[in-house]
């Protein structure tokens, strides 16, 4: 359920406006509202700092340092920031010029050590040195005092000439610039960049010795920064400041407790949200419904406050439309164990329990209908004699697309009811009546024209329904006693909808034909694993299964969470609008 929320209003002196923001953060109840959003504005130095210290910290986070013979770098956080980042600027510089380098290397080598000082004390003297490169066969067309091959490559040779006086060449010949230093002064410059690399990522892994104190610090950023936004929210005139907000109204309360502890002289109000008005959403769930949360965080999703909570619904049935996107006992029983097995270590890290029981949901339910369906790991085993259900048989195919719609319409006529109790008590409803009898009318004809037989519904029944549902729709979708007012309102949302209710319900099938493409790559690791020596078996297999579960998983998100955020969603008319609420309080 949405938790309801009071607006909230407080005044105090300014001159005990830290000491009342202090104990507004203890209380760690209201969500502040800045009173004229246009003053909220954070120093970009203290911006600045915090993308920097992010930056540092998921570059330390990257390093696996040798940490043997290393002394941790003194400093405070912010100078160790600082030369963090230089040393990040300086790496991929240098590994940059070394590549260059490399480059150059390569070019030189081809011509060998070629003696340059030499070479230019020769030129001092009078002598003219010239580089070609042309047909290794017709070098007696080079008119030179001296001329000499340095290298060959194919049919092609780099010549070097000497002579008081300027060479003559043929056409096919084409002077080259010789190399700017030698090899080894190349090679040498290499060194000195690995050197600095050496040298830089030693400083880096030192730095990384200090990343609890860096990300102690981090948070302290973020805390002033929210400081800064709720102080700079509030309305001031002179002796007296402003601040709103808003809070649930279970811990109204508390929050009167902890200002009459603190003693400190202020004045709360709270009010009803105004109609144009829309207070942060705090979901207050069971246990078990709250092991959506995770998903919904991931997502970024969050119904309005004046919207139905739908959590305990979405769990439920994205757990269902999980077992039969992946549709494998194997699968399913495999992660459970392993979640149970890891449940207790990785809470003690920190891990997130509900988000260790969506896990244990969605894959519960995965092992519950691959054992229904007699699916292990993409083969059929049948553990029972007498349970002889084959998913991949004529019968099977058509009991699991029947599920399939029947679970869409019945899901969607369960936004329809829950839209209608949130509705005005008057004749609009039929309308709402109608269009559920509507959704089971075409679930009928999608029945007759895909599984070519009933599935809980007789044939006869399709038309008589779509005769009451029209009835409904046109005369009570806008409802009046002028034909000529509701009939065409009727008219346009018949148009508007009808088709989407047949695409919404068909959609459900994708359940089962992801479902049937999951078995089938299992089907194909397995076909495949057979044809190997036995030590090639066991990669293939853990290899194969492995990716095809990822596969599943990416199904749940991609199939399973589009059915409730779209299909039924868009029945329910839930746009998912709302903004999360984030009391007011100190980051740990």
Not at 128 to 138: C, L, V
Not at 187 to 194: K, L, S, W
Not at 247 to 275: M, V, W, Y
Request: proline share 5%.
């Amino acid at each position: 359920m949405i938790n309801p929320m009071k607006k909230l209003l407080l005044a105090a002196r300014t001159s005990d406006r830290q000491a009342v923001l202090e104990e507004l953060r203890e209380a760690e109840i209201v969500h502040v509202d800045p009173v004229i959003a246009e003053k909220v504005v954070v120093p970009a130095t203290l911006n600045e700092s915090i993308e920097n210290t992010r930056k540092v910290i998921a570059l330390l986070q990257q390093l696996n340092p040798d940490l043997k013979g290393k002394l941790a770098t003194p400093g405070t956080p912010s100078r160790l920031i600082e030369e963090a980042l230089t040393h990040e600027k300086v790496i991929p510089e240098q590994r940059d010029k070394v590549l260059a380098l490399r480059q150059e290397l390569e070019e030189t080598a081809a011509w060998g050590n070629l003696g340059l000082k030499d070479i230019t004390w020769l030129e001092e003297n009078g002598l003219k040195i010239d580089f070609y490169r042309g047909p290794a066969t017709d070098s007696a067309e080079i008119a030179a005092e001296f001329v000499v091959e340095i290298t060959q490559v194919g049919d092609t040779s780099l010549f070097m000439t000497a002579s008081r006086y300027p060479a003559g060449v043929s056409e096919k010949f084409a002077r080259v610039a010789r190399p700017s230093r030698e090899i080894e002064a190349i090679t040498a410059e290499i060194n000195v960049c690995q050197k600095i690399i050496s040298e830089q990522e030693h400083a880096l892994a030192c730095i990384a010795m200090r990343l609890p104190d860096i990300e102690a610090y981090y948070t302290k950023l973020l805390n002033r920064k929210r400081f800064t936004e709720v102080e700079n929210g509030v309305h001031g005139e002179e002796e007296i400041f402003v601040l709103t907000g808003w809070c649930p109204i279970d811990k109204i309360a508390d929050l009167k407790t902890s200002f009459e502890e603190a003693e400190l002289p202020i004045a709360l109000d709270f009010s009803d949200p105004a109609e144009d008005e829309i207070p942060p959403t705090s979901l207050k769930n069971t246990q078990w419904a709250s092991s959506i949360q995770p998903l919904y965080d991931f997502m970024g999703m969050v119904p309005s406050y004046n919207e139905p909570d739908t959590s305990g619904l979405f769990l439920s049935m994205l757990t269902v439309f999980a077992a039969f996107l992946v549709a494998d006992a194997g699968y399913g029983l495999l992660v459970v164990i392993a979640l149970l097995a890891a449940y207790k270590p990785l809470v003690n890290r920190g891990a997130d329990r509900n988000f260790l029981h969506l896990g244990l949901f969605l894959f519960g339910g995965i092992a519950v209908y691959g054992l229904l369906t007699n699916t292990w790991f993409g083969e059929t085993w049948h553990l029972f004699s007498r349970y002889d259900f084959d998913p991949n048989s004529k019968s099977g195919t058509i009991i699991l697309q029947g599920i399939c719609f029947l679970m869409g319409v019945s899901h969607l006529t369960v936004a329809h009811v829950m839209k209608m109790r949130r509705r005005r008590r008057d004749l609009s409803l039929l309308s709402d009546v109608g269009w559920i009898v509507f959704l089971w009318a075409m679930y009928g004809v999608i029945c007759k024209l895909i599984l070519k037989e009933p599935f809980v519904l007789p044939f006869e029944f399709i038309m008589p329904m779509f005769k009451i549902s029209a009835v409904l729709i046109l005369l009570f979708t806008a409802p009046s006693l002028n034909p000529l007012k509701c009939i065409p309102a009727g008219i346009g949302a018949v148009l508007q909808n009808a088709s989407n209710c047949f695409s919404d319900i068909v959609s459900y099938i994708r359940l089962w034909a992801v479902g049937l493409a999951g078995s089938k790559v299992a089907g194909a690791f397995n076909n495949i694993a057979e044809m190997l020596p036995m030590l090639m078996k066991i990669p293939v297999y853990i290899a194969g299964h492995g990716i095809n579960m990822i596969l599943g998983i990416i199904a749940i998100l991609a199939h399973g969470v589009r059915l409730n955020l779209l299909e039924f969603s868009n029945h329910l008319e839930l746009e998912w609008s709302g903004r999360k609420y984030d009391p007011f309080k100190e980051i740990k």
